[in-house]
């Protein structure tokens, strides 16, 4: 029985405590409550909780989630209990905490809870509330599950900020940006190397770089994979490799499908595409085309390799050249030419968000399918070019021997790879 008294939820933290600093607790959330909570933080949305459980609690259970990443304390402004608000059943525990922000009227807040007497008094207060609605919670009133009385996930509260007047600070809700890709013909040096993990990362990679150029934050990735039969080793090395992907980009990987159709492929073969979703505001929204003039600087991000395209003329050159992947690389004395090659493409968006969200770039281009020439114009309005100079850096080693091996002219090169950007 959950006894709303303050002492004892003050026990429970520390109850808690051993637990979740060990790993073995970590608070189950819905996967649309870390999405939805990261969106509103990003969108300039405070978020505070009010729980009758202490503060300490709270921070315990909000620093110790399932999701990814786990710790959502960064993004929580402030936190309310019992003893520093008040029982959640009386309105004056309300008036108390709009009380702390004098600056933002009663009706420009949002109050949630699964508890209608707790809404209830968030209503006399003079708050916007709902019910929330979740598998597993005490059947509600019917008065109280009508159209705009209650929720059952977070995903389409949008509507409702709007009508609470709630915005982000440059006045807009948060724009929702989507991007699928694949990892192309990569897939199949992964597959005579047996080595898959490093392609599940490129996967996330694809699509979370398509996300981050047009000045959105990634917040969930899903994967399909197809293949003849199900090989589970392989399977999981894969995601394994989306997973760390997921991490590294910030994101959750909250699903995916498996298909398999031996009539489609042959026996080992795979193939993967993958789907990100990401959020930001119109002041983070690029390229900023009417804010570029000329003389302004073009800089390049280092590439970890060939990243995930042109492979096609990749592994027709190392046919031509008589190498097996499993053979040394020309031009790298330490790795195998598919080590060298499986080198998962760099996910970029711990590299620029902070630029992003800061105004300090007006626009970014993904050098994926088409290189350099195809890739930086895009982001530019039609009265400016780029000029870019091969030789301001060090294009990586595994270019030059491309280059050379497969007798590729150099606007070609410029036209099909990364070059070491």
Same mark, same amino acid.
């Given at each position: 029985?959950?006894?709303?008294?303050?002492?004892?939820?003050?026990?429970?933290?520390?109850?808690?405590?051993?637990?979740?600093?060990?790993?073995?607790?970590?608070?189950?959330?819905?996967?649309?409550?870390?999405?939805?909570?990261?969106?509103?933080?990003?969108?300039?949305?405070?978020?505070?909780?009010?729980?009758?459980?202490?503060?300490?609690?709270?921070?315990?259970?909000?620093?110790?989630?399932?999701?990814?990443?786990?710790?959502?304390?960064?993004?929580?402004?402030?936190?309310?209990?019992?003893?520093?608000?008040?029982?959640?059943?009386?309105?004056?525990?309300?008036?108390?905490?709009?009380?702390?922000?004098?600056?933002? /009227?009663?009706?420009?807040?949002?109050?949630?809870?699964?508890?209608?007497?707790?809404?209830?008094?968030?209503?006399?207060?003079?708050?916007?509330?709902?019910?929330?609605?979740?598998?597993?919670?005490?059947?509600?009133?019917?008065?109280?599950?009508?159209?705009?009385?209650?929720?059952?996930?977070?995903?389409?509260?949008?509507?409702?900020?709007?009508?609470?007047?709630?915005?982000?600070?440059?006045?807009?809700?948060?724009?929702?940006?989507?991007?699928?890709?694949?990892?192309?013909?990569?897939?199949?040096?992964?597959?005579?190397?047996?080595?898959?993990?490093?392609?599940?990362?490129?996967?996330?990679?694809?699509?979370?770089?398509?996300?981050?150029? /047009?000045?959105?934050?990634?917040?969930?990735?899903?994967?399909?994979?197809?293949?003849?039969?199900?090989?589970?080793?392989?399977?999981?090395?894969?995601?394994?490799?989306?997973?760390?992907?997921?991490?590294?980009?910030?994101?959750?990987?909250?699903?995916?499908?498996?298909?398999?159709?031996?009539?489609?492929?042959?026996?080992?073969?795979?193939?993967?595409?993958?789907?990100?979703?990401?959020?930001?505001?119109?002041?983070?929204?690029?390229?900023?085309?009417?804010?570029?003039?000329?003389?302004?600087?073009?800089?390049?991000?280092?590439?970890?390799?060939?990243?995930?395209?042109?492979?096609?003329?990749?592994?027709?050159?190392?046919?031509?050249?008589?190498?097996?992947?499993?053979?040394?690389?020309?031009?790298?004395?330490?790795?195998?030419?598919?080590?060298?090659?499986?080198?998962?493409?760099?996910?970029?968006?711990?590299?620029?968000?902070?630029?992003?969200?800061?105004?300090?770039?007006?626009?970014?281009?993904?050098?994926?399918?088409?290189?350099?020439?195809?890739?930086?114009?895009?982001?530019?309005?039609?009265?400016?070019?780029?000029?870019?100079?091969?030789?301001?850096? /060090?294009?990586?080693?595994?270019?030059?021997?491309?280059?050379?091996?497969?007798?590729?002219?150099?606007?070609?090169?410029?036209?099909?790879?990364?070059?070491?950007?």
């Amino acid at each position: 029985r959950d006894v709303k008294v303050s002492y004892l939820k003050a026990l429970q933290g520390y109850l808690w405590l051993a637990g979740y600093e060990s790993g073995e607790i970590k608070a189950p959330l819905f996967p649309d409550v870390s999405l939805s909570m990261r969106a509103w933080h990003d969108a300039g949305i405070k978020l505070i909780i009010y729980s009758s459980g202490s503060v300490p609690a709270q921070k315990l259970l909000f620093g110790h989630t399932n999701a990814q990443p786990p710790n959502l304390i960064p993004i929580i402004s402030d936190w309310f209990d019992t003893v520093n608000a008040g029982m959640k059943m009386e309105s004056s525990s309300y008036t108390s905490i709009l009380s702390r922000y004098p600056d933002t /009227q009663p009706q420009e807040w949002l109050f949630l809870s699964d508890n209608v007497d707790e809404v209830t008094a968030a209503r006399a207060a003079g708050m916007h509330s709902l019910v929330v609605v979740r598998p597993g919670n005490a059947p509600l009133p019917e008065c109280h599950v009508g159209e705009g009385q209650a929720v059952r996930t977070f995903e389409g509260l949008a509507v409702d900020l709007a009508k609470c007047g709630i915005q982000t600070n440059d006045g807009q809700l948060p724009i929702v940006v989507g991007a699928i890709d694949g990892v192309g013909t990569k897939l199949l040096i992964a597959q005579k190397m047996g080595k898959h993990d490093t392609v599940g990362i490129d996967l996330v990679a694809m699509n979370v770089n398509d996300l981050v150029v /047009q000045g959105a934050r990634p917040l969930m990735f899903l994967d399909y994979y197809g293949c003849s039969k199900l090989d589970l080793s392989t399977a999981a090395s894969f995601v394994e490799g989306v997973a760390a992907g997921c991490i590294d980009a910030g994101c959750t990987l909250v699903g995916g499908e498996t298909a398999e159709m031996p009539g489609m492929y042959q026996k080992d073969d795979y193939d993967a595409a993958g789907c990100a979703v990401g959020v930001m505001t119109g002041r983070h929204r690029l390229p900023r085309t009417q804010d570029m003039a000329q003389g302004d600087v073009l800089l390049g991000l280092s590439s970890s390799g060939v990243h995930s395209n042109g492979f096609s003329l990749v592994r027709k050159i190392v046919e031509r050249e008589g190498l097996q992947y499993s053979d040394q690389a020309p031009w790298d004395q330490g790795r195998s030419v598919g080590e060298n090659l499986l080198t998962p493409t760099r996910i970029y968006v711990k590299s620029l968000r902070g630029v992003v969200e800061k105004g300090l770039v007006k626009g970014l281009a993904h050098i994926t399918g088409g290189g350099l020439i195809d890739n930086v114009p895009r982001m530019l309005p039609d009265e400016l070019a780029a000029e870019i100079d091969l030789t301001s850096w /060090q294009v990586p080693a595994v270019f030059k021997w491309l280059k050379i091996s497969g007798n590729v002219e150099a606007l070609q090169m410029c036209r099909t790879f990364n070059m070491g950007i």
